[in-house]
């Protein structure tokens, strides 16, 4: 009984998925062929995007009407993806594209891909011409459709899928349904369509060991596969949303706590970061290295000062003259206007975090928390890259120790690539050297290189992938984000399917990011 439940349900589903009108019921047995005029399907398409016919008993439910509406215009209505009397070969190239989805990251439903199949089907089952032409017309634009949003998906991601991406230039935005004209007009369809991928190395190599893992077996642990796969899937949506165009730059990426170097799509230069904790974690963002300083002095933050400093201060107050905490570690105190001031004429008592009113610098040299090299960049938070004070903590597995900022293992290094040629006459000290006669110096670079510090959980480094710890909890947020869009997406699919027979859509934890199952 319940196989034939279901052939009957699915029978239900299909009769109205075609959304057959008195013309498009399929002719008697002897009738005419599927040879019809051109002029057929161009006024089918034509009539369909005008809006739903009378008696119809389903309307597209397009992600983008007026998308594809303008695509079609520009084509004065005529068929994109359909041959004959079926789809043709650029037709069948972007359905499997589309079914494919899921090697991107992305999922195949969003892009109607089950309707679609159910369409392409019907279309060998016979039928007059009229109907034969509605029904290649409905296949062909909701083809385009998906084309459409499965391209703009690709270039900006899902839940930006209409803010700009870093590759888009002002003025001059992505226009989905434009782009999937010219690939349709190229003489390679789908690898025309998929140039509007971020082009870094971090996408590329990330995307291709996606579509891998699709394609090796779960094994026993299902669950775990299907996970990392979902863990890829969110790292590629985060790559869209902050592509990188240029074709040198930094790149931190904080979960892996590494620094690289990357030219010409290899990487040049890798280091161990220390950044910040996770309750005072390093933003992520876009800027660029202009500057660094050997044997720096220290600006103390106020924050850090009233927090951690200024207990110091009221304790050492009540020791002896000889206890003094600034002198001992370097820091020298300045009032609001800069002047000196001397610790011991100071009530320490009455001063609290409210009403602190004074700078503190650390001097260059041994004990310096900059270490002996920082390299700024603009920005709003503050941030820097800086020696280490404690070298020994690169050795350890978790390295999120810092205040927001972020040390390097060997900053001599980067500093020597950022010069290239000027290194030798920079004369660049070494590190004992520094510490022995610490002279601040800076040195401005006289091609500032760009700097793009991300939250990438996982990446293929070295050849192998490699998975990190969700250190600030971004991708479990990320992924409720996108199980709701996605179960939308699905309930609103569903819900066009037929007024009477709405059926609930089944949590999005079933069929969501890469259509594998969740826990």
């Not at 002002?170 to 226009?175: D, M």
């Not at 001063?351 to 920005?379: E, K, V």
């Not at 006669?437 to 290189?449: A, E, G, M, S, V």
Request: aromatic share 8%.
């Amino acid at each position: 009984m319940r196989p034939l439940k279901f052939m009957l349900l699915a029978a239900s589903l299909t009769t109205m998925l075609f959304g057959l009108t008195s013309a498009d019921r399929p002719a008697a047995r002897g009738g005419p062929s599927n040879n019809y005029p051109v002029d057929s399907l161009t006024s089918c398409i034509r009539s369909l995007l005008a809006g739903p016919a009378a008696g119809q008993v389903l309307p597209l439910a397009l992600a983008d009407g007026a998308a594809v509406q303008a695509f079609y215009a520009k084509r004065t209505y005529s068929a994109a993806w359909c041959e004959g009397a079926g789809a043709g070969a650029k037709g069948r190239a972007a359905l499997a594209l589309l079914a494919q989805a899921g090697d991107y990251g992305l999922l195949p439903a969003l892009y109607h891909v089950p309707q679609l199949k159910a369409l392409a089907d019907s279309l060998a089952q016979p039928a007059g011409a009229g109907g034969q032409a509605a029904r290649l017309a409905r296949f062909d634009v909701l083809l385009t459709d998906g084309v459409v949003q499965f391209a703009r998906h690709l270039r900006r991601g899902q839940l930006h899928a209409f803010t700009p991406s870093p590759l888009e230039k002002a003025g001059a935005p992505f226009v989905p349904a434009a782009w999937v004209a010219r690939a349709l007009a190229a003489p390679g369809f789908e690898a025309a369509l998929l140039r509007c991928q971020p082009p870094q190395r971090e996408y590329r190599e990330l995307q291709q060991a996606l579509a891998r893992w699709r394609r090796q077996p779960a094994g026993r642990n299902a669950s775990a596969h299907n996970r990392r796969a979902q863990q890829m899937a969110l790292t590629l949506e985060r790559w869209r949303w902050a592509a990188i165009p240029e074709s040198e730059y930094l790149l931190v990426n904080l979960p892996a706590y590494r620094l690289e170097v990357v030219r010409q799509g290899r990487v040049r230069l890798s280091q161990r970061v220390i950044i910040g904790r996770p309750g005072q974690p390093t933003p992520t963002l876009n800027s660029r290295v202009t500057s660094f300083t050997i044997a720096p002095e220290w600006n103390v933050p106020r924050s850090v000062a009233v927090r951690h400093i200024l207990p110091y201060l009221k304790v050492n107050a009540k020791y002896s003259p000889e206890q003094d905490f600034l002198a001992n570690n370097n820091y020298r105190l300045f009032d609001a206007q800069g002047r000196p001031v001397n610790p011991a004429t100071v009530n320490w008592q009455a001063i609290t975090a409210q009403n602190f009113p004074y700078t503190i610098r650390q001097s260059a040299g041994c004990g310096n928390l900059l270490g002996n090299i920082i390299f700024r960049f603009p920005n709003p938070y503050g941030l820097y890259l800086s020696d280490a004070p404690e070298p020994k903590q690169f050795g350890h597995a978790y390295r999120a120790l810092e205040e927001g900022c972020m040390n390097l293992e060997r900053p001599m290094h980067l500093a020597a690539y950022l010069l290239g040629p000027d290194s030798t006459s920079a004369a660049l000290p070494t590190e004992a050297q520094c510490e022995a006669n610490p002279q601040p110096r800076t040195i401005f670079l006289k091609r500032p290189l760009p700097l793009h510090v991300r939250y990438a959980t996982c990446a293929v480094a070295a050849g192998r992938l490699r998975f990190y710890p969700d250190v600030y909890g971004q991708d479990a947020t990320l992924r409720r984000q996108l199980l709701n869009m996605q179960a939308a997406a699905q309930s609103n699919a569903q819900a066009s399917l037929s007024q009477r027979h709405r059926a609930p859509v089944k949590g999005a934890g079933d069929t969501a990011l890469t259509g594998l199952p969740l826990e």
